[in-house]
């Protein structure tokens, strides 16, 4: 009886994997038209069928493998690699998962109305084994594809977080051999880790003797940002720059002495023009009030 069972699913999955392989024009000329394809695809429908093709054809070796629920499928890895830049086009311009996920399923009806026409009597149970074998796979393929979908939106997430962290962190070269970081916001563990790896790559650039970290724009000095700022001020020694801390304001400076943080080893001055001031000095450049004009 187990071996009946086997032998019923395998001829299932030859029926299907036939089919696919035959109708494969007809499948591709009709995806071809459907929004998933059409929308990508929009300067030639020519290169838009033979991305069809190449989807079906993977579709025809998951079904030869008979593993029509497996995600893990061999046949799947050519779907993601399709359908993934697909998807994730389609994502970058907004679309949810679940509407990919739509655009997906809108695939199965064109080749279930093919697949009819394989059999004289719809009715048959030929028919309704190949049309579930074929809702099964169908439904696989969406599951890929929405994997594939959150997988692409998680990374374009992750990359945006990255750029912004970029963005609100630039390392400006004030004078020769004089670079700041003027910090605004939240300091957490990612963005320190961008402040230190972009103000170190500067130190060796701009051969930077001296690294102006300016926190005026930070709201909140805790034990955790105290200790980020000790950590860039360490790596910067490590690559020759002295380092000085400035924007100190006066609830910030109560809140650090009343969490007994230990900034005795930094070097702090009041504002960025104190700062840029102190180390022009020790560049032996004469810094002098502007006269008033009367």
Not at 109 to 131: I, M, N, Q, S
Not at 228 to 243: P, Q, S
Not at 253 to 272: E, F, H, K, N, Y
Request: contains cysteine; hydrophobic residues 45%.
């Amino acid at each position: 009886m187990q071996l009946s069972e086997q032998e019923t699913v395998a001829s299932s999955a030859r029926a299907l994997t036939g089919f696919l392989t035959r109708r494969r024009e007809q499948i591709a000329q009709r995806w071809a038209d459907v929004p998933l394809f059409r929308s990508v695809f929009t300067v030639s429908r020519d290169e838009a069928v033979e991305a069809c093709k190449s989807v079906v054809d993977a579709l025809a070796v998951v079904a030869s493998t008979g593993r029509l629920e497996d995600i893990e499928a061999p046949g799947f890895d050519a779907v993601r690699e399709q359908l993934g830049s697909m998807s994730g086009s389609r994502s970058r311009i907004g679309l949810s998962p679940a509407r990919i996920a739509e655009e997906v399923a809108a695939l199965r009806p064109p080749v279930a109305e093919l697949l009819r026409t394989e059999f004289p009597d719809p009715a048959a149970a030929e028919a309704t084994e190949g049309l579930l074998d074929l809702t099964i796979l169908m439904g696989t393929l969406r599951l890929v594809t929405m994997q594939t979908a959150l997988s692409a939106g998680e990374e374009l997430i992750a990359r945006q977080r990255q750029q912004l962290h970029e963005v609100a962190t630039p390392v400006i070269n004030l004078w020769e051999g004089i670079v700041a970081v003027p910090l605004i916001g939240t300091l957490d563990s990612a963005r320190s880790q961008v402040v230190m790896e972009s103000l170190l790559q500067s130190i060796v650039t701009q051969r930077a003797r001296y690294v102006i970290l300016d926190i005026t724009g930070v709201p909140t000095v805790d034990s955790l940002v105290a200790q980020h700022l000790m950590k860039t001020v360490a790596a910067a020694r490590l690559m020759g720059a002295d380092c000085v801390v400035s924007g100190i304001r006066p609830a910030t400076a109560q809140t650090i002495v009343q969490l007994g943080i230990d900034l005795g080893s930094v070097l702090t001055r009041a504002s960025l023009a104190d700062a840029l001031a102190y180390a022009l000095r020790h560049q032996d450049i004469d810094v002098s009030a502007r006269a008033s004009l009367r």
